[in-house]
């Protein structure tokens, strides 16, 4: 009887195991990696759940966001490069929401590693953020 339960409580743990999968960015080269510093940069997925999932688009935000006091930042270029399998694609920013790039919204679907050039952004107190060419990795 211990057996059975012990082989139910494994099986019940070991099934309830949920894998999320993201894009994390690493710089190229370390020319301006002080980015990190100023922002962060997030990818989101049609299904987060799903490992070949698309990305729906990516948006890059001020770190001294907290609560109550947000802080924005501005993509200055209308633009940006995006290079997946072996292909260049010149994607448009997001004219409202001068932060993200909409990459499903554009039909550009992108399921792996990829690169991207961001270029500069501008944050809300005037300091302007030269970010690197990044790559995404699948994580």
Known sequence: MKKILLIILLFILTGCTVIQYSYYPKPLNNINADYKEYVYISTYLEKYLDEKSL?????V??????????HYVKILSPTVKVIYNNKEYIVNVDRKYRYTISLLEQNIKINNDFTMYIGKVELDNGKIIDIPPLKFEKI
């Open 55 to 59: 990305i729906e688009h990516i948006s």
């Open 61 to 70: 935000y001020d770190k001294r966001n907290s609560g109550m006091n947000k």
